[in-house]
């Protein structure tokens, strides 16, 4: 089962506008991280927040986490071409003591030039 | 750094037949995780080894396996191929919360 769900599931938007994606998770976690995905490949890290921060920055990429609504959102400022892509908000989750990474539905970004 | 390499890339298989995959991890990265990614399933966690054992298991059936060798390389078999097998195949390694995946292995089961 998905630990997470990003909204909305696909966006579309004009080069130079910004983008916004959502992230709901169920479980209490200690970090949050996002993910880019170009078309059918690996998956590059963004960025990771951890549960004590509110909001965290890495270029045009500003990440802001809400734990007591169990969400985070990602916003890419002044969109590139490059930047279509999908997104994925992913949070470790414990079982039986390990822990495993576990990946939201995904965003699909597509940026119209 | 160099970073996490896959092999095969692509692979096109028939329904029955086995397949090992294999994943090359950054050196010094001692943990390698297997996921695989359907469009109707999304990223599946399947496996996690770390010194050779592994440490956490996905809800995957038992055709699915994996190992991994004293260079921390891993390796994922999956026997008795089904066409919903069909999957882009990931895996990463990581060192503490420092994680870096690879660029998949595209399976194909015909």
């Known amino acids: 089962s998905q630990q997470g769900e990003e909204d909305p599931q696909a966006l579309s938007i004009q080069e130079g506008e910004n983008a916004t994606m959502n992230c709901s998770y169920k479980?209490?976690?200690?970090?949050l991280q996002w993910y880019r995905q170009n078309s059918g490949r690996g998956l590059v890290h963004l960025i990771l927040?951890?549960?004590?921060?509110r909001e965290k920055h890495s270029g045009r990429l500003r990440v802001t986490l809400d734990t007591s609504k169990k969400s985070s959102s990602l916003l890419i400022t002044a969109s590139r071409a490059a930047d279509t892509a999908s997104y994925f908000c992913?949070?470790?989750?414990?079982?039986?003591?390990?822990?495993?990474?576990?990946f939201g539905t995904g965003t699909r970004l597509t940026i119209i030039p | 750094k160099a970073g996490v390499t896959q092999t095969p890339r692509y692979l096109i298989k028939t329904r029955g037949q086995q397949v090992t995959l294999s994943c090359s991890p950054i050196?010094?990265?001692?943990?390698v995780s297997w996921y695989q990614q359907t469009p109707g399933q999304g990223l599946q966690f399947l496996f996690e080894?770390?010194?050779?054992?592994?440490?956490n298991k996905g809800n995957f059936p038992g055709r699915f396996s994996g190992r991994q060798f004293s260079n921390s390389r891993s390796e994922m078999n999956v026997s008795t191929l089904e066409l919903g097998d069909s999957a882009l195949y990931l895996c990463?390694?990581?060192?503490?919360?420092?994680?870096?995946f690879g660029p998949g292995t595209r399976l194909l089961v015909l």
């Open positions: 990463a390694s990581s060192l503490g919360q420092d994680v870096d």
């Open positions: 479980t209490s976690i200690n970090n």
């Open positions: 927040i951890r549960s004590n921060e």
């Open positions: 992913a949070t470790p989750l414990r079982d039986f003591g390990n822990e495993k990474l576990t």
């Open positions: 050196s010094g990265h001692r943990s």
């Open positions: 080894y770390f010194s050779e054992t592994q440490r």
